[in-house]
């Protein structure tokens, strides 16, 4: 059997045209089929920094570049095709492994115009060389971002190789697998709020402005707070009335809000209001600018 090895941290531009190159032969081929290995922590897996490595059936080792060369000689559905033209689009897909815009505007521009009356890149039909390319653009997120934003012939083409090979989705999703795992495992950590704080003698603070009705953003802000503050003994929720604004404000709200916490099942340990607290940071004000702090 032969087997392909691929680093999964690798710049996806370079390891994803291999990967889909050994991927169309087990789909097209009936001959010895391709194992192919993803590395999940590893950026190459050849001895000069290279992120693929074949193996054939007598034991002969390959890398980089050469493999997908080396895959065409062993696989005849990879054969398909004016041998030196698709041989030309193998070697011109390196440009567009560049992760800078600056750098593969240019490729990019040459495929656009190529692809001008043509759905293939070579022939009238799918050969390696659409493989090849179609995973250098995708593996790489600057010319995959910039093709879904300006649409054109690339997008066209793009979107019929995907379409009529359903195999591929499967093979860019196993070389992305750890990335996204370790995205979730990141988000989940993130949303998580014991993150070792004391959650003693909390104290949260709910401040509605009494000028109008409580409306859904109300609610959720409340409910948040009351379980915080309550979730475990001796917590304090205080509902403070942001009553600055006099011109607008009105007690019917006051009211009603208070009214429609109860309603939710919150019920405030404490109601305050900023006006309460106008003299203190009129003091406090006054301090900071005779600091020389304001």
Known sequence: MVSLTAACKANHAVVL?????????????????????????????????????????????????????????????????????????ITRSLDLTALDFKSIEHPLNELESHLTLRSFIVGYSLTLADIIVWGSVRGNKVSFSTIKKRGGNILRWFSLIE??????????????????????AGSATGASYEIGL????????????????????HAKAALLNDFFAHKQPGGTMICRFDDTNPSKENAEFQDSILHDLELLGITPDKVTYSSDYFDLMFDLCTKLVSNGKA
């Open 17 to 89: 045209p291999g990967l889909l190159a050994a991927g169309y032969a087990n789909q097209a081929d009936s001959g010895v089929p391709v194992s192919i290995t993803y590395e999940e922590d590893v950026e190459f897996v050849g001895p000069d920094k290279e992120p693929l490595k074949l193996i054939t059936e007598d034991g002969e080792l390959r890398y980089g570049n050469f493999i997908i060369h080396r895959l065409r000689d062993n696989f005849s559905s990879l054969q398909v095709g004016n041998k030196d033209q698709v041989s030309e689009w």
């Open 163 to 184: 379409t009529e090979n359903p195999w591929i989705h499967q093979i860019v999703l196993d070389l992305e697998a750890p990335f996204r795992k370790k995205r979730a």
């Open 198 to 217: 004391n959650t003693e003698n909390i104290v949260t603070r709910f401040p509605p402005e009494p000028s109008g009705y409580l409306h859904i953003g």
